[in-house]
Nanobody, 122 residues
Framework: QVQLVESGGGLVQAGGALRLSCAASGRTFGNYVMGWFRQTPGKEREFVAAIVRSGEGTIYVDSVKGRFTISRDNAKNMVYLQMNSLKPEDTAVYYC???????????????WGQGTQVTVSS
């Protein structure tokens, strides 16, 4: 089992940047595909980005390509989401998630963090 704790959210002006972090418990972090999702009130949770176990493969939703970067440090059991050129429409609660899988995926995650709020002002 994996426990996930996000941090790094906050309030930022449009065009600014934030770096989200996700700390994972457990000795098998390297066995999990890691993902970031976001959700706004009244909407379904949306996939944002994912990274393979080795860190050498990533995927992104089209709306964040070129602005967000997902990375991981398996030695530290950490996954990150660097968010640049933020827009008001990026405002959401951001969730870290883990999937016991070999390949990248946008659905079917097994474990979730509690979320961290990101607010982008115009």
């Amino acid at each position: 089992q994996v426990q996930l704790v996000e941090s790094g959210g906050g309030l930022v002006q449009a065009g600014g940047a934030l770096r989200l972090s996700c700390a994972a418990s457990g000795r098998t972090f390297g066995n999990y595909v890691m993902g970031w999702f976001r959700q706004t009130p009244g909407k379904e949770r949306e996939f944002v980005a994912a990274i393979v176990r080795s860190g050498e493969g990533t995927i992104y939703v089209d709306s964040v390509k070129g602005r967000f970067t997902i990375s991981r440090d398996n030695a530290k059991n950490m996954v990150y989401l660097q968010m640049n050129s933020l827009k008001p429409e990026d405002t959401a609660v951001y969730y870290c998630a883990a999937a016991l899988a070999r390949f990248l995926r946008t659905t079917g995650y097994d474990y979730w963090g509690q979320g961290t709020q990101v607010t982008v002002s115009s």
